[in-house]
């Protein structure tokens, strides 16, 4: 979506599977690489914009196909196009959550994982600022930077949302995330009770609060 200025959730969904061999799995990858994902990234920077390339994906870090995914994206976007550019973010994935026995709300469990993500991209020479996925859908902020990840250029993702926000203990832990001054980067805020005007005005000033914007 392009609206004054800005280019936000462009989307596109890349068909893989077992049906195809290695030589069409890495001609689809080129296909969208050159149709897609340059193009797009181009329009912002073209625009003067800051553009997240986000694996755009749920579950936790060490889930095996969450981690293969994860892996395998950045390994080759960290080595392309964008890698280097001022204006090009890499965010890693978009929000951890519980899947099966894989449990997307604890830090200890998937932080090797993403490390190990992490070192890849930097491995291939690449400085890009990366975002990462933080537990509970990106509210639980304060784990990760209770026990960051080794790297320069890291921010920690923090997902916003009145319906797990407000009266649930989150304002707290984006407080204690923040106090550690390490880069924490609110990347989707929204109201999910539009007409309840109590939660509205509560999360607008919990969200200037905390983010520093002012809403009128």
Not at 63 to 80: C, E, H, I, T, Y
Request: proline content about 4%; charged content about 15%; hydrophobic content about 40%.
């Amino acid at each position: 979506v392009y609206f004054d200025g800005w280019i936000d959730h462009t989307c596109s969904w890349q068909r893989v599977g077992p049906d195809l061999t290695l030589a069409e799995a890495e001609a689809a990858w080129d296909d969208w690489t050159a149709d897609v994902l340059d193009p797009t990234v181009q329009r912002c920077i073209d625009n003067g914009l800051y553009c997240f390339i986000c694996d755009f994906d749920f579950g936790p870090a060490n889930l095996p196909l969450r981690n293969a995914r994860m892996m395998d994206f950045w390994d080759r976007v960290s080595q392309g196009t964008w890698k280097n550019h001022p204006r090009v973010l890499f965010d890693l994935w978009n929000e951890s959550e519980t899947v099966g026995t894989f449990d997307g709300w604890t830090w200890s469990l998937q932080k090797a994982s993403i490390q190990a993500c992490v070192d890849v991209i930097r491995g291939h020479g690449a400085h890009n600022v990366i975002l990462c996925t933080t537990p509970a859908y990106c509210a639980y902020t304060y784990q990760a930077t209770a026990s960051p990840i080794t790297g320069m250029e890291v921010m920690y993702a923090s997902h916003l949302y009145s319906d797990y926000y407000i009266g649930t203990g989150n304002e707290t832990n984006l407080s204690t995330a923040l106090a550690t001054n390490l880069p924490v980067f609110c990347s989707e805020f929204g109201v999910n009770q539009p007409d309840d005007t109590g939660i509205v005005d509560a999360f607008f000033a919990v969200v200037n609060r905390h983010i520093g914007f002012e809403f009128l």
